[in-house]
């Protein structure tokens, strides 16, 4: 463990040594600081000694109150600085997850450095709720500036909104316009994203509402609209299926994958096996359906016209346009040689 410069489970040890047995022994079951790595909650250790879970909070807090006057706390500041200079670092506010990541992946160290914090002076949390993630701070109005400015950033998102991540950050960025300098970079952002509940980050990188199924993926047509939109053109079922085990590292069956395209109203189907994506513009139905749409639009046109247009919309064989056009219960040829709705 490299990130901070004191050894945790040493001062937290000579800390401990001011409590009374029974107090040293509930902490350490608390916060997971004996030989198991293991948090009990305030009613196990309760059910353990046979005391209600809020005489058990009780003995916590008047144990906490104690370590803060004794001498070992004072000779621990070098520790509660150290980790205050990692929490700057990180951008002054930052998940309890990625904190305790940061410094160490041992979950005995992770404890030892998460009862530091519960216990420093310096150290504030805001509790975990619908809107954000449990984190930790010192400059309360730098907290709260970061905080306003993801609230304003998630109301001007639409639904259906997938956003690049440099164009994330630069957005975040411009909510947060007095901001000190040495916070304004990427990393940081992309940190401080991480607090939010509302906003979230897809497997491809992308932002959006956390909610959206652009950004929490449930399954494989999730991934496949992903996969498409990537690709940015229309393509094949089987080649959805192969792009979605590059792209997310799972296995998606070709036969599930033609299944779920065919069900969700984001693909249409543009050719023999071949889907495209509504946003982009492409119309629902089949190629007379397209026809019909293109002289809805245009007036009459000319066979070549048509082709053309239709084209665009389908990955289909000109013939297959041409039989369409045949049908004169749909379609009429003029004298003019263009083509109109039957009536």
């Not at 600085?81 to 929490?87: A, S, V």
């Not at 940190?191 to 449930?218: F, H, M, Q, Y």
């Not at 056009?325 to 040829?333: A, G, M």
């Amino acid at each position: 463990m490299k990130t901070v410069a004191f050894k945790p489970k040493a001062v937290v040890k000579k800390l401990l040594q001011a409590l009374p047995e029974r107090s040293r022994v509930f902490v350490e079951a608390r916060f997971g600081l004996g030989a198991k790595a293991e948090r009990m909650t305030l009613e196990a250790i309760g059910t353990r000694y046979g005391i209600t879970r809020e005489r058990v909070r009780q003995i916590e807090n008047h144990a906490i109150a104690t370590l803060r006057k004794a001498p070992a706390f004072s000779e621990a500041k070098e520790a509660f600085d150290d980790l205050e200079r990692i929490i700057d670092s990180l951008g002054g506010i930052v998940c309890e997850d990625d904190l305790l990541d940061f410094v160490t992946n041992d979950e005995s160290l992770q404890n030892h450095i998460y009862f530091l914090l519960v216990l420093g002076d310096p150290f504030k949390y805001r509790k975990e709720d619908g809107e954000a993630k449990r984190c930790w701070f010192v400059d309360a109005a730098l907290a709260a500036k970061v905080e306003s400015a993801l609230k304003r950033l998630y109301s001007n998102l639409a639904d259906d909104d997938l956003i690049p991540e440099a164009e994330m950050v630069d957005r975040f960025l411009l909510e947060l316009k007095d901001l000190s300098e040495k916070y304004r970079n990427e990393e940081i952002a992309k940190r401080w994203l991480k607090i939010s509940k509302t906003i979230g980050r897809n497997p491809l990188g992308e932002w959006g509402p956390a909610r959206s199924s652009n950004v929490k993926t449930k399954g494989v047509r999730d991934y496949a609209y992903l996969a498409v939109k990537r690709h940015g053109s229309p393509l094949h079922f089987a080649e959805v299926a192969k792009l979605i085990g590059k792209l997310f590292d799972r296995t998606a069956h070709v036969a599930t994958t033609h299944n779920e395209l065919i069900k969700d109203e984001r693909f249409v189907l543009v050719g023999r096996g071949i889907y495209a994506l509504k946003e982009w513009g492409y119309a629902q139905g089949v190629v007379r359906d397209v026809i019909k749409d293109i002289i809805k639009a245009n007036g009459p046109l000319t066979r070549e016209e048509i082709v053309e247009k239709v084209l665009k919309e389908r990955h289909v064989k000109e013939n297959t346009i041409l039989v369409n056009l045949q049908n004169q219960k749909f379609f009429k040829k003029g004298k003019d040689a263009k083509y109109a709705l039957a009536k």
